[in-house]
């Protein structure tokens, strides 16, 4: 079989004319046979141009939508059984597809690993190492990149999440914690990420609200007790503290203590229901959607 025959390689790109050319030159090097897919999302330059140019298909969006989308777009058109997503700004290595396609055959999806050192400066790696965190918590699973858009997986299995995942640069954390929550194994490669060419369109407090937000929505839905039962036990914990304090200063339980309580109990109960509605969800997931 020649080399990338089973494989579609999608590339998000907005604004990304100083690179993309070189990214898909690079790919058709390592990959001769692979199927590469490249969305402009809404582009105002030369992008489309110079990924047609080096040998690509384009599909282009009339407006910007956002990374996300562009990503689901070309996953809906990716033809081969193995999808590859990766970033046109030249920060991914086509060098690595071997070893990441190689795990591939074993692991549902498998993750290019970028390097702490990687990361563009320190806030970002701190930010990152802190999402890393709380995804492990969320998946019990040892998370390493968790925002990583380097990464491969099965065309079929993917299909099945796309409804899932959003419009924005918080799609990497979506597909991680879905595919961890319903099962699915992972595997992280290690891998060293370039220097970006051209100016970063993430910015980083208004995505690093987003990606938070995007954690605690998708373990939410995947695992939900993971969210309720803390929140749940600090209520609890907050009423018996304060009839404690209340028992020994007034002798007596206040109403308080007793709304602390029965809060408690009401999300404790929430989350045993939501954890029933969210085996309709993996139902949904295992049935193509």
Same mark, same amino acid.
């Given at each position: 079989?020649?080399?990338?025959?089973?494989?579609?390689? @999608?590339?998000?790109?907005?604004?990304?004319? $100083?690179?993309?050319?070189?990214?898909?030159?690079?790919?058709?090097? *390592?990959?001769?046979?692979?199927?590469?897919?490249?969305?402009?999302?809404?582009?105002?330059?030369?992008?489309?141009?110079?990924?047609?140019?080096?040998?690509?298909? *384009?599909?282009?969006?009339?407006?910007?939508?956002?990374?996300?989308?562009?990503?689901?777009?070309?996953?809906?058109?990716?033809?081969?059984?193995? @999808?590859?997503?990766?970033? !046109?700004?030249?920060?991914?290595?086509?060098?690595?597809?071997?070893?990441?396609?190689?795990?591939?055959?074993?692991?549902? =999806? *498998?993750? !290019?690993?970028?390097?702490?050192?990687?990361?563009?400066?320190?806030?970002?790696?701190?930010?990152?190492?802190?999402?890393?965190?709380?995804?492990?918590?969320?998946?019990?699973?040892? @998370?390493?990149?968790?925002?990583?858009?380097?990464?491969? =997986?099965?065309?079929?299995?993917?299909?099945?999440?796309?409804?899932?995942?959003?419009?924005?640069?918080?799609?990497?954390?979506?597909?991680?914690?879905?595919?961890?929550?319903?099962?699915?194994?992972?595997?992280?490669?290690?891998?060293?990420?370039?220097?970006?060419?051209?100016?970063?369109?993430?910015?980083?407090?208004?995505?690093?609200?987003?990606?938070?937000?995007?954690?605690?929505?998708?373990?939410?839905?995947?695992?939900?007790?993971?969210? #309720?039962?803390?929140?749940? +036990?600090? #209520?609890?914990?907050? +009423?018996?503290?304060?009839?404690?304090?209340?028992?020994?200063?007034?002798?007596? #339980?206040?109403?308080?203590?007793?709304?602390?309580?029965?809060?408690?109990?009401?999300?404790? =109960?929430? !989350?045993?229901?939501?954890?029933?509605?969210?085996?309709?969800?993996?139902?949904?997931?295992?049935? $193509? !959607?």
């Amino acid at each position: 079989m020649e080399r990338g025959s089973d494989v579609s390689v @999608v590339i998000p790109a907005y604004h990304e004319e $100083g690179a993309i050319a070189q990214t898909v030159s690079r790919i058709v090097q *390592v990959l001769p046979e692979a199927e590469v897919i490249v969305v402009d999302d809404g582009s105002r330059d030369r992008t489309a141009e110079e990924a047609r140019r080096a040998g690509a298909y *384009v599909w282009s969006h009339p407006y910007n939508i956002g990374n996300g989308a562009a990503v689901k777009t070309g996953i809906r058109m990716a033809s081969r059984d193995k @999808v590859v997503l990766m970033d !046109g700004d030249g920060q991914h290595d086509p060098a690595d597809l071997p070893r990441l396609l190689e795990a591939a055959e074993t692991y549902d =999806m *498998v993750v !290019g690993a970028r390097d702490p050192a990687s990361h563009a400066n320190t806030f970002r790696r701190w930010a990152n190492a802190a999402y890393n965190l709380l995804a492990r918590y969320a998946t019990r699973f040892p @998370v390493k990149d968790l925002t990583s858009g380097y990464r491969v =997986m099965d065309r079929e299995t993917v299909l099945r999440y796309l409804y899932l995942l959003p419009n924005t640069f918080s799609y990497p954390t979506t597909l991680t914690l879905a595919y961890l929550r319903s099962g699915r194994s992972v595997c992280y490669v290690p891998i060293q990420a370039k220097k970006r060419k051209g100016k970063s369109k993430i910015k980083p407090l208004k995505d690093g609200v987003r990606f938070f937000l995007i954690i605690l929505k998708i373990t939410t839905l995947f695992s939900p007790l993971r969210i #309720f039962l803390p929140v749940s +036990g600090s #209520f609890f914990l907050m +009423g018996l503290a304060n009839y404690a304090y209340t028992y020994l200063t007034a002798h007596r #339980f206040t109403n308080m203590s007793a709304l602390l309580f029965i809060t408690s109990v009401l999300l404790f =109960m929430l !989350g045993l229901v939501s954890e029933q509605i969210t085996q309709l969800r993996y139902d949904r997931v295992e049935n $193509g !959607g």
